[in-house]
Each structure stands twice: as C-alpha cells, then as structure tokens.
C-alpha cells in the first residue's frame, strides 16, 4: 500500500508540472497582452501604414500630371512658307546685311542651322549662326533672341530637312508664347548650296566663300 500511495504521489506531481508547463505560455502570453495591448500598437501601425499609402498615391498622381505635361502636344502651326532666294537677295541690297528691313520697310534676320563644319565654305552676310540641334532644343531663347525683327529666314545646307524643322520650331515657339503673328518665319528655297550657286560672286550677298570647298558643287 505504501509503495501504491508513493506512486500515486508521483503521478500526481507529475500531472501538476506537465499542466503548469502547457499553462506557462499562456500566463505569460496573458501578462504580455496586458502589459501591451494590441489595440495601442496596432493602431499606430495601421495610421502609419495609411500614410504611406497615401504619401505614395500623392507622389504617383504627382508624377502622372508631370508625365502629362510633358506629353502635352506642340501648339499647331501652319507649316512656313519658301522665301526665293532672289527675295532676300533684294533684301540685304536695300536695307544691308544687319537686316535693318526687306520689302515695305520690314526688318529680317536670317538664321543658319547649319553645323560648324560646314560654315566654313561661306555664309549669307549677316546670317545668325545656331545649328539645329540648338534651335530645336531651346527655342524659347531664340524666340527672345530674334523677337524684334519682323522676318526670320531659316536655312541649312538644302532646307529640305534641318530648315524646315528649326523653323517649325521657331513657330510653335512663337505660338505657346502667343506671339505668332507677330513674325514671319520663312524657309530659303534650295538653301545655301542654291544660294551660293548664284550669288557666290557677289561679295554683297556672300561671304567667307571658299572656292576648294565648293569646287564638286559647280
């Protein structure tokens, strides 16, 4: 019986510690949750998580209207018309090469878009020199350089392709500023190839020219 009540005994302390065991988590889980309620530190993370939320729904919309600025289309122009070369020729005769003004008293600029090299062979008198790439990447600045003549006449080499461009340009420029009609942008026809062709003789209308430049040209 002895022996019986010692075993009883252990199996008793036994059944105590193994429950004490399993039930020492939750006491502790317990004391935790009501030493740090979940609602205080839930609350602070779900605001913070809003925030974030918000701050970056701000940014993208932020980013999307920028991207839509940006993409917004050029002002539409009606494409410039050719000038004749003969037209400035009589020009520059009558009012000189600082394009003090063309037919009916009207002042003029002439802008050459083409590149370094390629002014060396010659240039019409008094021709602005900025190359394309600067005409089509600032406009506005050009604009504020040639606002206070009445004509601007655009070239490059044939004014087929960098001439049309810069003067398209120069237009939408004037457009967006509202300032359209207050010029007239022209194209010379044939460019400067056609122009020296012509009038490469004439130190009036032509110069810096160099004969071995030109020389396949002729």
Known sequence: MEHLHVVLCRGLIRTRLIGARCLLPLLVAQRLRHRFPLRNVSRPLITAQKQQTQQRSRGTSSSMDQQQQQQQPAPSVPPPEFLDPSVLARWIKERGSGGGGGAGGSSFAVVDVRDDDEVLGGN?????????????????????????????????????????????????????????????????????????????????????YDEELWKDYH
């Not at 490059?156 to 398209?168: D, F, H, K, N, Y």
């Not at 340009?169 to 007239?184: F, P, S």
């Open 124 to 208: 019409i008198p008094g021709a602005r020199h900025i190359v394309a790439r600067t005409v089509a990447d600032k406009p506005e600045s050009v604009v504020q350089t040639l606002g206070a003549v009445d004509n601007v006449v655009f070239h490059c080499r044939l004014s087929q392709v960098r001439g049309p461009r810069s003067a398209i340009a120069y237009k939408r420029a004037l457009a967006a500023q509202g300032e359209i009609d207050k010029q007239q942008v022209w194209i010379l026809r044939g460019g400067f190839e056609r122009w020296q062709a012509l009038y490469r003789a004439d130190k009036d209308l032509t110069e810096n």
